[in-house]
Protein backbone atom coordinates (compact mmCIF):
# COMPACT_ATOMS: atom_id res chain seq x y z
CA UNK A 1 0.00 0.00 0.00
CA UNK A 2 1.47 3.23 -1.28
CA UNK A 3 -0.72 5.84 0.93
CA UNK A 4 -1.97 3.35 3.81
CA UNK A 5 -3.43 5.56 6.48
CA UNK A 6 -3.25 9.24 4.42
CA UNK A 7 -5.40 11.87 3.89
CA UNK A 8 -6.10 12.69 0.46
CA UNK A 9 -7.77 15.85 -0.56
CA UNK A 10 -8.80 15.77 -5.01
CA UNK A 11 -10.17 19.01 -6.27
CA UNK A 12 -12.57 18.50 -8.95
CA UNK A 13 -12.61 15.00 -8.09
CA UNK A 14 -16.25 13.75 -8.25
CA UNK A 15 -16.97 13.31 -11.99
CA UNK A 16 -16.86 9.75 -12.40
CA UNK A 17 -15.15 9.58 -15.96
CA UNK A 18 -12.73 12.18 -14.72
CA UNK A 19 -9.05 12.63 -13.87
CA UNK A 20 -9.24 13.42 -10.20
CA UNK A 21 -12.41 10.55 -9.36
CA UNK A 22 -9.49 8.05 -11.02
CA UNK A 23 -6.98 9.38 -8.81
CA UNK A 24 -9.14 9.41 -5.95
CA UNK A 25 -10.35 5.78 -6.94
CA UNK A 26 -6.44 4.51 -7.12
CA UNK A 27 -5.39 6.36 -3.89
CA UNK A 28 -8.59 4.42 -1.95
CA UNK A 29 -6.98 0.90 -3.43
CA UNK A 30 -3.48 2.23 -2.07
CA UNK A 31 -5.03 2.92 1.43
CA UNK A 32 -5.38 6.51 1.76
CA UNK A 33 -8.60 8.37 3.42
CA UNK A 34 -10.45 10.02 0.10
CA UNK A 35 -11.72 13.67 0.68
CA UNK A 36 -13.46 14.47 -2.52
CA UNK A 37 -13.79 18.36 -3.15
CA UNK A 38 -16.13 19.84 -6.26
CA UNK A 39 -18.94 22.20 -6.80
CA UNK A 40 -22.59 20.91 -5.38
CA UNK A 41 -23.97 20.04 -8.57
CA UNK A 42 -21.01 17.96 -9.14
CA UNK A 43 -21.95 15.84 -6.36
CA UNK A 44 -18.83 14.93 -4.37
CA UNK A 45 -20.42 13.49 -1.66
CA UNK A 46 -22.28 10.65 -3.73
CA UNK A 47 -18.91 10.09 -5.22
CA UNK A 48 -16.72 9.27 -2.27
CA UNK A 49 -19.68 7.24 -1.12
CA UNK A 50 -18.86 5.47 -4.33
CA UNK A 51 -15.28 4.74 -2.82
CA UNK A 52 -16.78 3.48 0.48
CA UNK A 53 -17.81 4.83 3.51
CA UNK A 54 -15.03 6.08 5.26
CA UNK A 55 -14.04 8.28 1.74
CA UNK A 56 -15.76 11.96 2.47
CA UNK A 57 -17.35 14.63 0.09
CA UNK A 58 -16.69 18.26 0.41
CA UNK A 59 -18.66 20.85 -1.08
CA UNK A 60 -16.88 23.99 -2.25
CA UNK A 61 -15.42 26.35 -5.03
CA UNK A 62 -11.96 26.58 -5.60
CA UNK A 63 -12.01 29.78 -6.89
CA UNK A 64 -13.11 31.41 -3.48
CA UNK A 65 -10.31 31.90 -0.88
CA UNK A 66 -13.15 31.29 1.77
CA UNK A 67 -14.43 28.25 0.45
CA UNK A 68 -11.47 26.84 0.18
CA UNK A 69 -10.09 27.73 3.54
CA UNK A 70 -13.53 26.35 5.01
CA UNK A 71 -12.96 22.85 3.03
CA UNK A 72 -9.24 22.53 4.79
CA UNK A 73 -10.82 23.34 8.25
CA UNK A 74 -13.57 20.85 7.68
CA UNK A 75 -10.94 17.87 6.42
CA UNK A 76 -8.95 18.63 9.39
CA UNK A 77 -11.55 18.35 11.90
CA UNK A 78 -13.23 15.01 10.17
CA UNK A 79 -9.87 13.53 9.04
CA UNK A 80 -7.04 15.57 12.07
CA UNK A 81 -4.65 15.53 8.60
CA UNK A 82 -3.97 16.44 5.61
CA UNK A 83 -1.30 14.25 3.78
CA UNK A 84 -1.91 14.85 0.08
CA UNK A 85 -3.44 17.65 -2.58
CA UNK A 86 -4.50 17.08 -5.92
CA UNK A 87 -4.90 20.29 -7.32
CA UNK A 88 -6.86 18.57 -10.00
CA UNK A 89 -10.10 21.27 -11.01
CA UNK A 90 -10.24 22.45 -13.70
CA UNK A 91 -12.29 23.92 -16.80
CA UNK A 92 -11.23 24.90 -20.53
CA UNK A 93 -12.70 26.82 -23.42
CA UNK A 94 -11.41 26.40 -27.25
CA UNK A 95 -10.76 30.02 -27.97
CA UNK A 96 -8.92 32.13 -30.80
CA UNK A 97 -6.66 34.80 -29.42
CA UNK A 98 -8.47 37.84 -30.14
CA UNK A 99 -12.05 36.10 -29.31
CA UNK A 100 -11.00 35.63 -25.19
CA UNK A 101 -13.20 37.81 -23.58
CA UNK A 102 -12.27 39.01 -20.28
CA UNK A 103 -14.65 37.29 -18.96
CA UNK A 104 -13.35 33.82 -20.72
CA UNK A 105 -10.00 34.81 -19.19
CA UNK A 106 -11.18 35.00 -15.56
CA UNK A 107 -13.44 31.57 -15.91
CA UNK A 108 -10.27 29.71 -16.96
CA UNK A 109 -7.75 31.28 -15.08
CA UNK A 110 -9.60 31.24 -11.93
CA UNK A 111 -10.46 27.12 -11.77
CA UNK A 112 -6.96 26.23 -12.88
CA UNK A 113 -4.29 28.91 -11.37
CA UNK A 114 -6.26 31.20 -8.38
CA UNK A 115 -7.87 27.43 -7.61
CA UNK A 116 -4.16 25.84 -7.17
CA UNK A 117 -3.51 29.04 -5.30
CA UNK A 118 -5.85 28.98 -3.34
CA UNK A 119 -6.07 25.46 -1.81
CA UNK A 120 -2.53 25.33 -1.78
CA UNK A 121 -2.85 28.23 0.47
CA UNK A 122 -5.33 26.45 2.61
CA UNK A 123 -3.33 23.19 3.47
CA UNK A 124 -0.04 23.97 3.23
CA UNK A 125 -0.07 25.31 7.05
CA UNK A 126 -1.32 22.54 8.27
CA UNK A 127 1.73 20.01 6.17
CA UNK A 128 4.15 22.35 7.68
CA UNK A 129 3.27 21.75 10.92
CA UNK A 130 3.13 18.02 10.41
CA UNK A 131 6.36 18.22 8.67
CA UNK A 132 5.52 16.31 5.45
CA UNK A 133 3.30 16.30 2.53
CA UNK A 134 2.66 15.96 -0.91
CA UNK A 135 1.15 18.75 -3.51
CA UNK A 136 0.43 17.30 -7.12
CA UNK A 137 -0.85 19.79 -10.06
CA UNK A 138 -2.61 18.60 -12.93
CA UNK A 139 -0.94 21.27 -15.29
CA UNK A 140 -1.47 20.51 -19.35
CA UNK A 141 0.65 19.16 -22.33
CA UNK A 142 -1.00 22.53 -23.83
CA UNK A 143 1.30 24.68 -21.33
CA UNK A 144 4.35 23.08 -22.99
CA UNK A 145 3.72 22.96 -26.44
CA UNK A 146 1.74 25.98 -26.87
CA UNK A 147 -2.09 24.90 -27.09
CA UNK A 148 -3.27 21.06 -26.75
CA UNK A 149 -6.08 20.33 -28.42
CA UNK A 150 -9.15 22.06 -27.08
CA UNK A 151 -8.29 24.26 -24.71
CA UNK A 152 -7.26 28.21 -26.19
CA UNK A 153 -4.36 30.40 -25.59
CA UNK A 154 -5.94 31.43 -22.01
CA UNK A 155 -6.20 27.95 -20.80
CA UNK A 156 -2.11 27.39 -22.32
CA UNK A 157 -1.52 30.38 -19.88
CA UNK A 158 -3.31 29.10 -16.79
CA UNK A 159 -1.80 25.87 -16.74
CA UNK A 160 1.81 27.26 -17.55
CA UNK A 161 1.02 29.41 -14.64
CA UNK A 162 0.75 26.05 -12.81
CA UNK A 163 3.79 25.04 -13.47
CA UNK A 164 5.79 27.94 -12.62
CA UNK A 165 3.58 28.71 -9.07
CA UNK A 166 4.07 24.59 -8.40
CA UNK A 167 8.34 25.10 -8.72
CA UNK A 168 8.18 28.17 -6.85
CA UNK A 169 6.12 26.63 -4.34
CA UNK A 170 8.69 23.50 -4.39
CA UNK A 171 11.67 25.74 -3.08
CA UNK A 172 9.58 27.57 -0.55
CA UNK A 173 8.59 24.40 0.95
CA UNK A 174 11.21 21.71 0.50
CA UNK A 175 12.81 22.47 3.81
CA UNK A 176 9.31 21.60 5.62
CA UNK A 177 9.21 18.05 3.54
CA UNK A 178 6.89 19.30 1.66
CA UNK A 179 7.45 18.16 -1.85
CA UNK A 180 5.28 20.13 -4.63
CA UNK A 181 5.11 18.30 -8.53
CA UNK A 182 3.17 18.51 -11.10
CA UNK A 183 1.59 16.18 -14.36
CA UNK A 184 1.64 17.37 -17.45
CA UNK A 185 -1.35 15.06 -19.21
CA UNK A 186 -1.80 14.97 -23.07
CA UNK A 187 -5.14 13.80 -24.20
CA UNK A 188 -7.15 11.79 -21.94
CA UNK A 189 -10.52 10.21 -22.82
CA UNK A 190 -12.70 12.54 -20.51
CA UNK A 191 -15.93 14.35 -19.81
CA UNK A 192 -13.78 17.57 -20.36
CA UNK A 193 -13.35 16.73 -24.49
CA UNK A 194 -16.01 13.94 -24.85
CA UNK A 195 -17.76 14.23 -28.66
CA UNK A 196 -15.67 17.40 -29.55
CA UNK A 197 -12.86 15.91 -31.85
CA UNK A 198 -14.22 14.56 -35.14
CA UNK A 199 -12.80 11.65 -36.10
CA UNK A 200 -10.73 12.62 -38.85
CA UNK A 201 -9.36 15.02 -36.98
CA UNK A 202 -8.81 11.84 -34.43
CA UNK A 203 -6.46 10.00 -36.64
CA UNK A 204 -4.00 13.28 -37.40
CA UNK A 205 -3.50 13.57 -33.22
CA UNK A 206 -2.84 9.66 -33.07
CA UNK A 207 -0.18 10.30 -35.86
CA UNK A 208 1.60 12.63 -33.32
CA UNK A 209 1.76 10.64 -30.00
CA UNK A 210 3.96 7.61 -30.37
CA UNK A 211 2.23 5.09 -27.87
CA UNK A 212 -0.79 5.04 -30.65
CA UNK A 213 -3.50 5.72 -28.06
CA UNK A 214 -5.31 8.51 -26.26
CA UNK A 215 -4.79 8.05 -22.77
CA UNK A 216 -6.99 6.92 -20.08
CA UNK A 217 -7.80 8.50 -17.18
CA UNK A 218 -5.59 5.88 -14.96
CA UNK A 219 -2.64 6.17 -17.31
CA UNK A 220 -2.61 9.79 -15.40
CA UNK A 221 -4.02 8.43 -12.27
CA UNK A 222 -1.03 6.10 -11.77
CA UNK A 223 1.67 8.94 -12.16
CA UNK A 224 -0.25 11.27 -9.28
CA UNK A 225 -0.07 8.35 -7.12
CA UNK A 226 3.44 7.58 -7.44
CA UNK A 227 4.33 11.38 -7.10
CA UNK A 228 1.99 11.84 -3.88
CA UNK A 229 3.44 8.55 -2.58
CA UNK A 230 6.75 7.50 -0.81
CA UNK A 231 8.35 6.13 -3.99
CA UNK A 232 9.02 10.09 -5.24
CA UNK A 233 10.09 11.09 -1.83
CA UNK A 234 13.44 12.80 -3.57
CA UNK A 235 11.04 14.62 -6.31
CA UNK A 236 9.83 18.01 -5.71
CA UNK A 237 9.61 20.45 -8.52
CA UNK A 238 9.26 18.21 -11.20
CA UNK A 239 6.85 17.89 -13.77
CA UNK A 240 5.82 14.55 -15.28
CA UNK A 241 4.55 14.26 -18.76
CA UNK A 242 1.64 11.78 -19.34
CA UNK A 243 1.02 11.95 -22.89
CA UNK A 244 2.48 8.50 -24.88
CA UNK A 245 4.99 10.14 -26.50
CA UNK A 246 3.29 13.17 -27.89
CA UNK A 247 5.74 15.99 -26.56
CA UNK A 248 8.99 14.07 -26.64
CA UNK A 249 11.64 17.21 -25.38
P1 LIG B 1 -13.57 16.99 -15.85
O1 LIG B 1 -14.41 18.07 -16.44
O2 LIG B 1 -14.12 15.62 -15.77
O3 LIG B 1 -13.09 17.40 -14.38
C1 LIG B 1 -13.00 18.71 -13.91
C2 LIG B 1 -13.64 18.79 -12.54
O4 LIG B 1 -13.40 20.09 -11.98
C3 LIG B 1 -15.16 18.60 -12.55
O5 LIG B 1 -15.53 17.60 -11.60
C4 LIG B 1 -15.70 19.96 -12.16
O6 LIG B 1 -16.94 19.92 -11.45
C5 LIG B 1 -14.56 20.48 -11.30
N1 LIG B 1 -14.58 21.95 -11.15
C6 LIG B 1 -14.75 22.88 -12.13
N2 LIG B 1 -14.75 24.11 -11.59
C7 LIG B 1 -14.55 23.95 -10.25
C8 LIG B 1 -14.45 24.86 -9.17
N3 LIG B 1 -14.56 26.19 -9.35
N4 LIG B 1 -14.25 24.37 -7.91
C9 LIG B 1 -14.15 23.03 -7.71
N5 LIG B 1 -14.24 22.12 -8.71
C10 LIG B 1 -14.44 22.58 -9.96
O7 LIG B 1 -12.23 17.00 -16.71
P2 LIG B 1 -10.85 16.20 -16.59
O8 LIG B 1 -10.43 15.96 -17.99
O9 LIG B 1 -10.94 15.07 -15.64
O10 LIG B 1 -9.92 17.35 -16.02
C11 LIG B 1 -9.20 17.26 -14.81
C12 LIG B 1 -7.97 18.17 -14.90
O11 LIG B 1 -7.08 17.65 -15.89
C13 LIG B 1 -8.30 19.61 -15.34
O12 LIG B 1 -7.47 20.50 -14.61
C14 LIG B 1 -7.90 19.61 -16.81
O13 LIG B 1 -7.59 20.90 -17.27
C15 LIG B 1 -6.69 18.68 -16.77
N6 LIG B 1 -6.31 18.10 -18.06
C16 LIG B 1 -7.16 17.30 -18.74
C17 LIG B 1 -6.75 16.75 -19.96
C18 LIG B 1 -7.64 15.86 -20.78
O14 LIG B 1 -7.31 15.59 -21.95
N7 LIG B 1 -8.76 15.38 -20.24
C19 LIG B 1 -5.47 17.03 -20.45
C20 LIG B 1 -4.61 17.84 -19.72
C21 LIG B 1 -5.05 18.37 -18.50
Redesign the pocket.
Known amino acids: MLLKDKVALI ?5 P ?4 FATARMMAEQGARIVI ?3 AQ ?1 DPAGAAARLGPQHIGVV ?4 DKASCELAARTVLETCGRIDVLVN ?5 QPRKTVDITGADYDAVLD ?2 LR ?1 TLYMSQAVLPAMRAQKGGAIVC ?5 AQRGG ?1 ILGGPHYSAA ?1 AGVLGLARAMAREYGNDNVRINCV ?10 KGLIPADRMVGILEQIPLNRI ?1 G ?1 DDVAGCVVFLASDLARYCTGVTLDVNGGMLIH
Request: proline fraction near 5%; avoid cysteine; charge should be negative.
Open positions: TGGAGNGLGLDLAADVTNAGITVSGISSVSGKTPGLIATDINGP
